[in-house]
């Protein structure tokens, strides 16, 4: 026997679990699953996991892999590398292709997500510069897992205005006389290996203790501390930042697009460096298709059509074809020197623990 | 008739009897859904995860870490007082724009002054970030007329301080705090206003006395929504705050991008939600206590001569 008061009550219960039902099923329902790869008009669709702006969804792209393989182009854009392993693992088949640097593929192949390549149908294995395809990061017990595709340094840019002849340590950063025209990333994994090799410390595994009033002394030094190559570009152009660490494809766009006065170079005590790799979803359904897509994206034919465009700020081919093809104006731009690829301190996977300690103590001494 | 009805109500059909729980569940369902969606579970599986550790084991460690952390708690000050500063600032400025607005424009102006509030308000957020900064950079339209005057060098500015992301975010809170002001300005009687001056009021007491306790509970809405907003400001700090301008936002994107522990940047979300929520109800209770003080207190209770013994 019920009141009409808990009839009431059972009604806005009742009308309550069915509002948090019909919210599962349109969550559900907008998840990024695996989909059949067809289009509305059949035909084949090759989903890619990637940056936005990074070369691979440049519009003729999506032309010229169409002419070769008939397929149509989508892309997931991801907001940082932990948020693409991220998405490789929800999307359950969703992303056929994705992007991981050696940072974070490590990650992927340990959560079973990337597909082992068979590198005997990768027609450009071959040419990848032999320091990139014989890392230990793409491999798990002896079997690979991705093809290097890109890499760069994160090293030293200055204005000549500022220095008559090119610095070569990175002491600059640190010295009081360029005070308030330095401009850094704001980014720990940046900035603390900089701040070891400048200290003489292994950037692997830098004592952040030790290392704190390094760091201090160099965001004391700094005016800028930035997060994307848009907020560099305006500090440049308005001339506060004349010297400061940056990527280089990043420096190299700016460069492109008017700063003549900028200059780049790798110091004595070297540069962060990192490599961004190609790599096939574990679950995909268009395994030849990605493979194809593996081939076009590190081919010479690409990678120069990109590289010689200078609005594009394209970093360093990993395919030593492709660099050895370019002239010698493009490969200065774009930082290909394979001569300095030995001098780069690679951004390696770290323990959560480790990178917690890096940004802890860059937060710190950004708060001071 | 009358002793029908009750015969009538009782021998409705159940289907009919959910007659009005359906509806009401029709009308609330839309924003329940959303609200459900958006912004119930969302906020569930955040809280779950600020429970997390990197190999998914339950634990309050994320939280632990902030709360025992110097350098987290010391970044949530900051950017309380930031938060706090710039959406005081606003509101004390479009205070006296929208009582102006209310009370001193003929029609066809408010309109045409209302509608240049409203397009910053409407702007991108990037864009207005980059059309300060491009204002206020060295060698900008401020540098140059400064420096021409003599009153600073060429190549000064407050670009990459702290000052900057203060002013851009004071800026930013504008438009709603005067949208809000002049909704609760235009709200009060003019012959209010007026007879608090024929019995000779000055213009500081009428404002104390009958602006202030008629708009004080718009004050708490304007706080309360321009507050929640520049708490978590990200970019603002970030383009335009320079090495000492950094705000918790900052902190929690970082956190993210660089692969450290996710759970830890969902503690610190967490604990700036949780932070902000205390702020914004101390403001309501102060205001909430200053109106009833002005009113003289909460009324005495009326004690019976039954209860007076």
């Known amino acids: ?368 | 008739m009358a002793a029908t009805a009750p015969h009538r109500r009782a021998g409705r059909s159940p289907l009919r009897s959910a007659g009005p729980a359906l509806g009401r569940a029709g009308l609330l369902a839309p924003g329940l859904i959303l609200l459900v969606a958006l912004a119930f579970l969302p906020l569930v599986a955040i809280v779950i995860s600020g429970f997390l550790n990197d190999r998914s084991q339950f634990t309050a460690a994320n939280f632990a870490h902030v709360l025992t952390s110097g350098i987290y708690l010391k970044l949530l000050g900051r950017t309380l007082a930031v938060a706090f500063l710039t959406t005081a600032v606003a509101i004390a400025l479009a205070w006296p724009a929208a009582l102006a607005l209310a009370r001193h424009t003929s029609p066809g102006s408010r309109t045409v002054i209302l509608g240049l509030v409203i397009i910053p308000y409407i702007t991108s957020q990037l864009l207005l970030i980059y059309g300060f900064l491009s204002l206020i950079q060295a060698g900008g339209p401020v540098s140059f007329v400064l420096s021409h005057l003599h009153l600073v060098d060429a190549h000064a500015s407050i670009l990459y301080t702290p000052w900057a992301n203060i002013l851009m975010l004071i800026y930013e809170n504008l438009p709603a705090a005067i949208l809000i002001m002049y909704s609760a300005s235009e709200s009060i009687d003019a012959s209010v206003l007026e007879a608090a001056r024929t019995l000779g009021a000055r213009p500081w007491y009428v404002f104390l006395r009958v602006v202030w306790p008629l708009s004080s509970a718009m004050v708490v809405v304007n706080f309360t929504l321009n507050f929640v907003q520049t708490v978590g400001a990200f970019a603002e700090p970030a383009i335009l705050g320079g090495p000492n301008g950094q705000m918790l936002g900052i902190a929690i994107q970082a956190q993210l991008s660089t692969g450290a522990s996710q759970g830890f940047a969902v503690a610190l979300s967490l604990v700036l939600l949780v932070a902000s929520l205390v702020v914004v109800g101390a403001v309501a209770l102060l205001v909430s206590w200053m109106r009833r003080a002005q009113a003289g207190g909460t009324p005495r209770r009326i004690v019976t001569p039954a209860t007076e013994v």
């Open chain 1, 1 to 368: 026997m019920h009141s009409p008061l808990s009839r009431g009550r059972r009604g806005k219960v009742a009308a309550v679990f069915a509002v948090a039902a019909a919210a599962a099923l349109i969550l559900s329902g907008c998840s990024l699953g695996p989909g059949d790869g067809n289009g509305s008009s059949g035909d084949k669709t090759l989903t890619v996991g990637v940056w936005k702006g990074y070369g691979a969804d440049l519009p003729w792209v999506a032309t010229e892999f169409k002419k070769k393989t008939g397929a149509h182009l989508k892309f997931v854009y991801i907001d940082s590398e932990q948020n693409l392993i991220d998405l490789l693992g929800q999307s359950n088949g969703g992303i056929d292709v994705a992007l991981p640097n050696i940072q974070y593929i490590g990650q992927g192949i340990d959560k079973g997500l990337l597909h082992e390549l068979d590198t005997s149908k990768l027609k450009n294995w071959k040419d990848i510069y032999p320091d990139f395809s014989g890392r230990p990061e793409i491999r798990k017990d002896g079997k690979v897992y991705g093809i290097p595709w890109t890499y760069g340094s994160t090293g030293l840019f200055y204005s000549d205005k500022l220095f008559s002849s090119a610095p070569t340590s990175l002491g600059v950063l640190w010295d009081s006389a360029y005070a308030g025209k330095i401009a850094i990333k704001d980014d720990a994994t940046d900035t603390v290996p900089t701040a070891a090799l400048y200290a003489g410390q292994d950037p692997q595994k830098p004592d952040m203790t030790t290392l704190k009033p390094t760091l201090q002394k160099l965001k004391d030094n700094s005016k800028l501390l930035y997060s994307s190559n848009d907020e560099l570009a305006k500090a440049i152009s308005s001339g506060t930042a004349q010297l400061g660490i940056a990527n280089s494809d990043g420096i190299g766009g700016i460069i492109a697009s008017g700063a003549s006065d900028i200059k780049y170079t790798i110091p004595k005590e070297g540069a962060v460096g990192w490599i961004d790799n190609w790599a096939i979803s574990a679950k995909t359904k268009h395994l030849d298709l990605a493979y194809d897509w593996l081939d076009y994206m590190t081919s010479p034919a690409f990678l120069d059509e990109w590289a010689n465009n200078p609005d594009e700020a394209a970093p360093a081919p990993a395919n030593q074809k492709a660099v050895e093809a370019l002239s010698s104006e493009a490969q200065t731009r774009i930082q290909a020197n394979p001569d300095k690829i030995g001098e780069l301190a690679l951004q390696l996977p770290h323990p959560a623990k480790v990178l917690q300690s890096w940004q802890d103590t860059w937060q710190e001494v950004k708060a001071g």
